[in-house]
């Protein structure tokens, strides 16, 4: 079974911290992904990453940056974390190819007070 | 850009009726698109998919998807609703971009089976 972990199930930062977020899938997939999931706006696309060290600029990269030394490991980071940016996060990797499905991890519920 | 569109925020159906949750596509070429399910404060879970050939999918927990090229549709089914359907569903495209593939989601339909 493919397996997509993420480092924290539950987080709570205050205003101005950095935060990181850690993805690591265990499928040798080319592809992965960070999103941030909040209601009524469904899934929107932050940042993806289709190889070592290559990213991609999602829909709403503003205030994220990422980091993929490793092919199993992307990480998300928020340099100044501010309270519009309480979310859910959900990380996600694939085979590159149209034709491969995606596959998430459980998600961090991210609170910045 | 590709797109998908969720046109129902929820659907109610009673255990046992059969169930639709709509979605409609806009691309540019071949469509390859997707349903996932999430249950409560979980991950998104892969259902089905359709990339070429029949216009019927079948997938995971006895969903099935209808792909219409001419209503530019792929709306996801089940002959016969449970109470452990109800979850929120979303409607994906795949997409190429500039170094890879992307899915573009729609905005979800929260789908409640009641008895």
């Known amino acids: 079974d493919v397996k997509v972990t993420q480092s924290s199930r539950y987080l709570v930062k205050r205003t101005g911290e950095k935060v990181f977020l850690e993805c690591v899938q265990d499928?040798?997939?080319?592809?992965m992904f960070w999103y941030r999931q909040d209601p009524g706006l469904g899934l929107r696309l932050i940042y993806f990453?289709?190889?070592?060290?290559?990213?991609e600029k999602g829909d709403i990269p503003e205030g994220y940056s990422v980091s993929r030394e490793k092919k199993e490991r992307f990480s998300l980071i928020l340099e100044s974390a501010s309270t519009n940016q309480t979310s859910m996060y959900l990380c996600?990797?694939?085979?590159?190819?149209?034709?491969?499905?995606?596959?998430f991890g459980p998600g961090t519920r991210l609170t910045v007070t | 850009a590709q797109s998908v569109a969720q046109p129902e925020d929820q659907v109610n159906v009673a255990e046992g009726n059969p169930l639709t949750v709509k979605c409609t596509y806009s691309?540019?070429?071949?469509?390859?698109l997707f349903w996932y399910v999430q249950y409560p404060n979980r991950g998104l879970q892969f259902l089905l998919k359709?990339?070429?050939?029949?216009?019927l999918v079948k997938g995971s927990y006895g969903f099935e998807a209808e792909f219409n090229k001419s209503q530019t549709s792929f709306h996801l089914k089940k002959p016969s609703a449970l109470v452990s359907d109800s979850a929120l569903y979303f409607c994906?495209?795949?997409?190429?971009?500039?170094?890879?593939?992307?899915?573009?989601f729609g905005t979800g339909t929260q789908l409640k089976v009641e008895l």
């Open positions: 996600a990797s694939s085979f590159r190819g149209l034709a491969h499905e995606q596959y």
């Open positions: 359709y990339i070429t050939g029949d216009n």
């Open positions: 990453s289709y190889d070592v060290k290559m990213k």
């Open positions: 499928m040798d997939h080319e592809n």
């Open positions: 994906a495209v795949n997409e190429l971009t500039g170094g890879g593939n992307k899915l573009t």
């Open positions: 691309v540019s070429g071949n469509p390859y």
